[in-house]
């Protein structure tokens, strides 16, 4: 594992199906407390009716007794955990043992200490670890994972106190004293408290504000006022100081509490002011054969060193050079020669500490991600790189995209060369049919005719080598993902990979999209890069100093602030400049707000007038601050969860769709069809249509789960009838990768990190499948040759389509001439329903190049008056 230890998405803590005895284990436990809490704390029940304990409360072990009751575990672990607020609803443990799945414990034992929760284990592990969070992870009480080892004993117990991180093994020697959880400088002159109780008065009047490095510069406070706040664990203030503090004070300040150690004050929201902002900085170790500039940003650091290594085995450094500070908190250094390849790491003195680690703006890095490198990435460009150019795409719903996983997309491809397999070399390897049999790799995309390749994330992210990840928890943003490289020994060859595909998509006329995910990081704390470049600056947090979890992941990225918001658009523009990238996918686009999204708009679009953005209008449980609508007037697509849900139901469950069973919402797919103008779009450029994607069930998988009764005949026809829809829609048409030849994960819903045997590519599957790939690639023909289905002004579709009364089905027609189509008059039609439908065509002759089996742009046959429709088919007619 890279850089980890705090991040959600762990096959123990992530939300997946788990074996039946998992599911039954949080009953077993609950039912063990039910059977002990009767008369178990006699000793004890003073403290724990009251609420109230002291140094001397004595608190019996209980986890003997528990384990001596439950003989079908092996082994059991008690979590007792106190809160100096009391409020304990909601709150549980996340426990998962080594190796295993994870489980929320409610906490529903009550002692003398706090709550309890238990937890039995039907084998026993090696270890068990834990986090204590609120709800299903709207908040981490201590953000890192903690363990606790088996090793010694079957049963294990502990003792916790909110806002510290320490395991207690024996409650009667933890310090019961009020403790700081944070402090921060948010204005020129104004810090916010958080402590683990309430303040006595007495210690409210002592309380002192001094400078770490001169004793006698205290300075003085104005006022000490109790606030609230909903995410503290025990109470909050606001101290107002007399004078503003000086910039070269901001991270020198510390508070003091009678009775309680002097804790750093943080500089925190006081750094969004202009002056701590250099936002036209250029960052990084930007490298030419004559010299090196490397150039950082951290305003609460005193010195800043720059060191050198020779091998990632080195314990020490080879040379350490001393940066110099700038204006705005900006550090840097000129270091002559040619430096390319050569392994870096900064050192951030600041609050105390010295803080080694790689650098965030790094533009390559080791396979561990534990060193940044030197990359001059011109050198790194194949031949004729300048002269390839990018596919132009006239308007936004002109895209046709295919999402695929680089891995996934070639390492069962029997025809790709071994080598080159899971690598982004392989991505671009052509297999074309041959003796009637199917085309794979490049030669597939090119046989289905889209326009685009989605890929999920390349940007460097934490999973060791040939360790199968999605890759939705990003290290290093700026740096291509080593595991899919064609040699990961050689830290500037992922480089050079991504610039050969991406040349290589672009000579065969299709583009390339990043999926991108600047909503949180792989770590957080002493392991984070970024919280050790300006600690509690890049990623959001509560008033108390807690990570907000608006991402579901444990840290959301704090793009409201001014160089967060500069580094994400930086980042952005690199990709777009140096790997001439088309586009991006934004993950969980709803946790970032409308300004940045603004932001990263303005500059795509400046550098790349045709560039593709999209991102999910949603968030991983928090707040959502770019959601649907959000999006009107600017470039960012978002995508259509609205139609999607209309064809296929829900996501996982046994809920069916317009496509997928009888019945169905008609109105959400016929607002679908127009481009969700009269939804949530002012233009239908703004939504990405689709039906499946990565998460979830693929479509296939949906459709064995809804309909396993079904004929195989029948579940073609609602695959074929779902694909329809979406490429006939107004927007911008999205494909799951494999979708074309019905493909299946055997039922995973969450398949990031399953492995290859649920994940690849299975190509034989193509052959099986074979009338529905060719019916995807008809409709694909058909959309790209006729405008009429890609229209981009919502007046124009206001204009042109027209729904009919054709009861059982919907029908409608576009009128090409408004639409600037060469054909006069387009009629579709689709029949959600398991029986066939009569309809009646509008007056005249049709032609018809899309029924139940086959699709295109050249006539099958024509039809006039009533017209018959199967059952889950649709139906594609013009007239001249």
């Not at 009550?110 to 309890?116: C, I, L, N, Q, S």
């Not at 999402?403 to 982004?424: G, I």
């Not at 086959?854 to 059952?871: D, M």
């Amino acid at each position: 594992m890279k850089y980890s230890t705090s991040w959600l998405w762990h096959p123990s803590r992530i939300r997946r199906p788990c074996g039946l005895i998992y599911l039954l284990l949080p009953c077993i436990s609950a039912l063990l407390i039910l059977a002990h809490v009767a008369g178990a704390f006699s000793d004890a029940s003073h403290a724990a009716s009251t609420g109230h304990w002291t140094q001397e409360t004595q608190f019996p072990r209980i986890a003997q007794s528990l384990k001596s009751k439950n003989t079908s575990a092996q082994a059991l672990l008690v979590v007792h955990y106190a809160r100096a607020d009391k409020k304990y609803d909601r709150w549980n443990a996340w426990c998962w043992p080594e190796g295993g799945e994870g489980a929320a414990y409610p906490f529903t034992g009550k002692d003398a200490f706090g709550r309890y929760a238990v937890i039995a284990f039907k084998q026993k592990p090696k270890s068990a670890g834990f986090i204590i969070r609120l709800g299903d992870w709207e908040q981490k009480d201590i953000d890192q994972d903690r363990t606790i080892s088996f090793d010694t004993s079957d049963t294990q117990e502990i003792w916790l106190v909110a806002g510290d991180e320490r395991v207690h093994t024996n409650p009667n020697e933890i310090d019961l004293s009020v403790r700081v959880l944070g402090a921060f400088l948010d204005t020129d002159n104004g810090i916010t408290l958080a402590t683990t109780a309430a303040l006595s008065k007495e210690q409210m009047q002592k309380v002192q504000v001094a400078h770490s490095e001169n004793e006698q510069n205290k300075p003085k406070i104005k006022s000490f006022v109790p606030i609230q706040a909903s995410l503290s664990s025990g109470a909050m203030y606001s101290v107002e100081l007399v004078k503003p503090v000086a910039d070269a004070d901001i991270a020198s300040l510390q508070i003091e509490i009678p009775g309680t150690k002097k804790q750093s004050i943080y500089a925190r929201k006081i750094l969004d002011q202009a002056r701590f902002t250099p936002l036209e900085a250029k960052l990084g170790a930007i490298c030419t054969p004559e010299k090196t500039v490397f150039q950082t940003w951290s305003p609460v650091s005193s010195d800043v060193q720059l060191l050198f290594y020779e091998s990632i085995d080195a314990k020490k450094s080879s040379r350490a050079l001393t940066l110099q500070r700038g204006e705005k908190g900006l550090w840097s250094i000129e270091v002559p020669g040619d430096l390319q390849g050569q392994l870096y790491r900064y050192v951030f003195h600041s609050y105390g500490q010295k803080r080694e680690v790689p650098d965030i703006h790094t533009f390559a890095a080791t396979a561990d991600s534990a060193f940044s490198i030197v990359a001059d990435v011109n050198r790194l460009n194949p031949k004729d790189w300048d002269t390839t150019a990018s596919p132009l795409l006239r308007q936004p719903t002109d895209e046709i995209i295919y999402e695929v996983h680089v891995r996934d997309f070639s390492v069962a491809d029997e025809s790709c060369p071994p080598k080159l397999r899971a690598t982004y070399a392989g991505l671009t390897h052509s297999n074309p049919a041959k003796n009637k049999g199917i085309s794979t790799g490049l030669s597939h995309l090119l046989d289905l005719g889209v326009t685009a390749v989605h890929l999920l994330p390349i940007q460097d992210f934490t999973a060791g080598a040939k360790e199968y990840n999605w890759g939705y928890w990003t290290a290093f943003f700026n740096v291509p993902e080593s595991n899919y490289a064609s040699d990961s020994k050689d830290h500037l060859q992922p480089i050079r990979d991504v610039k050969r595909m991406v040349q290589q998509l672009h000579a065969n006329q299709i583009r390339v999209i990043l999926d991108v995910v600047y909503n949180h990081t792989s770590s957080t704390g002493a392991s984070s890069p970024f919280d050790q470049t300006v600690p509690y600056y890049f990623h959001r947090s509560s008033d108390d100093g807690r990570l907000m979890n608006d991402t579901g992941v444990g840290n959301t990225i704090a793009d409201e602030r001014p160089m967060v918001r500069k580094y994400i658009v930086d980042s952005l523009a690199y990709w777009l400049n140096n790997f001439k990238v088309d586009g991006f996918r934004f993950d969980l686009v709803g946790t970032n707000y409308p300004e940045t999204v603004r932001a990263i708009c303005d500059r795509m679009v400046a550098m790349k007038p045709d560039v593709t953005l999209y991102g999910e209008p949603w968030t991983g449980g928090g707040a959502i601050h770019f959601g649907k609508g959000a999006q009107k007037g600017t470039r960012m697509a978002v995508f259509n969860d609205h139609i999607r849900n209309a064809i296929r139901g829900d996501l996982d469950g046994n809920t069916t769709g317009f496509a997928t069973g009888p019945g169905g919402d008609a109105t959400a797919i016929q607002r679908g069809v127009a481009g969700a103008i009269d939804d949530f779009t002012s233009e239908p450029t703004e939504t990405v249509n689709y039906v499946s994607a990565h998460d979830n069930l693929t479509l296939w998988d949906k459709l064995l789960k809804v309909a396993p009764k079904e004929s195989d005949s029948t579940r073609r026809a609602m695959q074929k009838l779902s694909l329809g829809i979406v490429l006939t829609s107004q927007g911008i048409a999205f494909l799951h990768g494999g979708c074309d030849f019905c493909r299946t994960k055997k039922g995973n819903h969450n398949s990031y990190n399953s492995g290859d045997e649920v994940n690849a590519f299975d190509w034989n599957r193509k052959l099986q499948y074979q009338d529905v790939f060719e019916y995807a690639r008809g409709l694909i023909t058909l959309r790209k040759a006729h405008p009429a289905f890609r229209m981009s002004d919502d007046e124009m579709v206001r204009k042109s389509i027209a729904f009919l009364d054709n009861a059982g089905v919907i029908s409608f027609t576009i009128n090409g001439a408004t639409a600037k189509d060469s054909w006069r008059m387009i009629f579709v039609a689709y029949n959600g329903e398991p029986k066939a439908q009569s309809i009646n065509l509008p007056a005249g002759t049709w032609s018809i190049v899309v029924d139940s089996k086959n699709s295109g742009v050249e006539t099958l046959r024509t039809a006039s008056g009533r017209l018959e429709i199967p059952p889950y088919s649709m139906i594609v007619a013009y007239t001249q």
